[in-house]
């Protein structure tokens, strides 16, 4: 617990690396309570690395700690998996099971999950290299910025580099030079133009599903492909020198950051540590034997099994086997239960666990404790207008109760609410300000009461605005 304390903005460790605490201590960061859920993800992440560890033989036998997360809206299951993602290292995908039923559903690619997994991961690892590649990136950029100021002396008789006394014309280029590197690096030359040829490469690339024709051959070069596909044209345009600096950092990471090296790397962590994030997926469940939609979400049923169960799946990068990736499942469960998910899927969920409803308690901790709790980030808009805004802790108990009334009277929408009911607080002061000058203003208990009022105690009101 004491590491999570101190906890600075460094890099987080790789996340397989941390103890199931010192995860569920990450999450508490920013969920309040549901440890059942938080404990359940940590260990299901810890054994992936337990499994790395296990002598080859077992290895593959250790199938995923795929887990359902149950409960009502708006108490954290997106949420969990949210700040999960944020936690470096592992490529996170969430999608919406319910999208695969959407009308139009004819055997949409529930595959397509794992190909943007891998997309993810693409990213990630090539942001990771260029991040790496990013300071010596930036010297080559500023060096070809500055030949384009002014070229260096032709090589040649008479530039003869430190000797050049002899060569008063060189010398003076040399010095013109060095002041101009830097007036550079200080900005002052921030408003002149150059001329850069731009080419026009981009990643994300074409859409396209299949991987190229002999990609599986050995002597086959991700990379050499990749570039053979780019278009070769350049264009020249005239920009202001901090565009001209990005978009030759751009292409120089791009000659730098080998690609072949992006894409098996990519590969190997969407398979061993890549977790999807299927949400929604009690929309899918039903009654079977019936007829109309709930053919479509036994079919999405179906085409997610051999996904979950583990297969091969096509990717523009090359194949990736799904078996150890690991599977988190979220759904509310109100009108249709675990249990009517197809018992092959059911036997893929081992784990289920069940986020609790919130209670009143909960609102005050969710307001104030995370790091990006509502009541810090209305202060931080109020801060910036030079203001201060404090809130009294009866003031953010009362914000509770009225979240919690409204909830109880209307639909139960948990933390949810506490939006709705603190943008309805906030608005006048947010339009207000900055008129009266800096000032500091305290919602207590009674503020709260009196800004509220008028739509508490107006039943129509309350159930369009809260
Ligand atoms: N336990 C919690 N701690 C902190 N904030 C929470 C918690 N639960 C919910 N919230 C807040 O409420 C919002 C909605 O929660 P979340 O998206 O996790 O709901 P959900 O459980 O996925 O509901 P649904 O079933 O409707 O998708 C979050 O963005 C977050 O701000
Ligand atoms: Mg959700």
Redesign the pocket.
Known sequence: MADTESKTPDPLPWLEEMPPRQIVGELDR?????SAAKRAVAIAIRNRWRRMQAPENIRDEITPYNIIMI??????????ARRLARLAGAPFLKVEASKFTEVGYVGRDVESMIRELVDVAITMVRTEREDDLWPQAEEKAEARLLDLLLPAAPAGPGAKGQGSEEDPEAARREKARAKLQKDLKEGKLDDREVEVELSPQNFPMPEWNQPPEGSQDPGFSMGEWLQGIIPKQKKRRTVKIPDARRILVDEELRRMVDMDDVVNEALDRSENHGIVFV??IDKIAGERSTTGPDISREGVQRDLLPIVEGSTVQTRYGYIRTDHILFIA???FHVSKPSDLIPELQGRFPIRVE?TP?TEE?FVR?MTE?ESALTKQYQALVAAEGSTLEFTADGVKEIARVAFVANDKMENI???R??TVMSTLMEEILFELPEGGKRTITLDAAAVTEKLKSVVENDDLRRYIL
């Open positions: 920013y969920i309040v309570g549901q409960g009502p809206t708006g108490v954290g299951k997106t949420e969990v949400d929604e979220a759904g509310a986020l919130l909960d969710i995370p948990g933390a949810r506490l939006h």
